[in-house]
């Protein structure tokens, strides 16, 4: 293959009870982009669209990323790297980690895949610290894998992939502001206090276990966020309207999406995921801020070849 193209999908992250250690890959939204190899020898990215992005490698999220592979292998050709954003920056729905996600997956297929799925996560996370000041995978990680992923460990790392219910379904109401993931970064306490820690670890758990055993009873109860949801909601308008409305039209749970301003909703049949988005967006519509609203399946595969 001398030329592909790459669909990487928008992620939750988070998932209220599992900061910086819980995500899932979101279905029918995503970055597109396109790789080719060339004569000329190193990395370009010799076109952006939809969003005013660096093309200077080293200070590009797709271009960290992809030298992060590249540093790792020989090879006796240059790679050219297009980005079309149709994730915008700072929504909360992982746009930095659809770039860093896709950047890796792309130039490891132009490459014959010597590296795992598994593998990419490493070299995507630190095209993160351009994006956040830090490396974390929970965004990263089910972009490229697909379904949910916990990250279990840092140093080294590791990620377990976990299938979704087959009836869950995702809603995200997308404000048309940007939160920079360093700014809501930056709200968050060093410290929490024993209590606290215990609730979450404890929901962390039930979450997890209610994935497995697909209990959506447990998954609802355990959707709750004691330690970070306080500290950032309030950079998000409407925050606690739109939240309540998705609870009270029999949403499993709502919270934050990663770093924010999109708000979530997992529910039980897209039936209900539709009843939930409606209550979302009206609620929402009082600030008189423009937004877009999704729902969507949860999304198996994780980034991918675009082959048509």
Do not use: W
Request: overall charge negative; glycine content about 10%; proline content about 4%.
């Amino acid at each position: 293959m001398n030329e592909i193209k790459v669909f990487a999908p928008a992620t939750i992250a988070n998932l209220n009870c599992g900061f910086d250690l819980l995500g899932l890959c979101l279905d029918g939204i995503g970055d597109e982009m396109i790789f080719r190899k060339s004569s000329e020898k190193g990395l370009q990215i010799t076109k952006i669209s939809g969003a005013n992005l660096p093309y200077e490698v080293e200070n590009n999220v797709a271009g960290v990323a992809a030298l992060a592979l590249l540093n790792e292998v020989d090879i006796d050709f240059g790679i050219e790297m297009e980005i079309h954003k149709k994730l915008k920056l700072g929504s909360g729905i992982g746009s930095s980690s659809a770039s860093a996600a896709g950047a890796v997956f792309g130039i490891n297929e132009l490459l014959g895949k010597p590296f795992t799925k598994k593998e990419l996560v490493n070299f995507a996370m630190k095209g993160e610290v351009v994006a956040s000041g830090s490396e974390h995978a929970d965004n990263v990680a089910p972009c490229l894998l697909g379904g949910f992923t916990l990250v279990t460990g840092y140093n080294p790392l590791e990620v377990i992939r976990i299938d979704a219910p087959k009836d869950l379904f995702a809603v995200v109401l997308h404000p048309h502001i940007e939160v920079k993931t360093s700014d809501s970064r930056a709200v968050l306490k060093p410290e929490v206090s024993l209590k606290n820690a215990i609730t979450q670890t404890g929901n962390l758990g039930g979450f997890v276990a209610g994935l497995y055993t697909s209990d959506y009873d447990l998954i609802s109860r355990s959707l709750k966020d004691v330690l970070v949801e306080p500290y950032r909601k309030h950079l998000i308008p409407g925050f606690d309207k739109v939240k309540n409305a998705a609870l009270e039209n029999g949403a499993l749970g709502s919270g934050i999406s990663g770093a924010g301003p999109s708000i979530f909703a997992l529910c039980k049949q897209k039936e209900n995921a539709q009843k939930v988005a409606i209550a979302m967006e009206k609620a929402f519509s009082d600030t008189k801020i423009s937004y877009d609203v999704h729902i969507s399946e949860i999304n198996e595969e994780g980034t991918k070849l675009i082959t048509n």
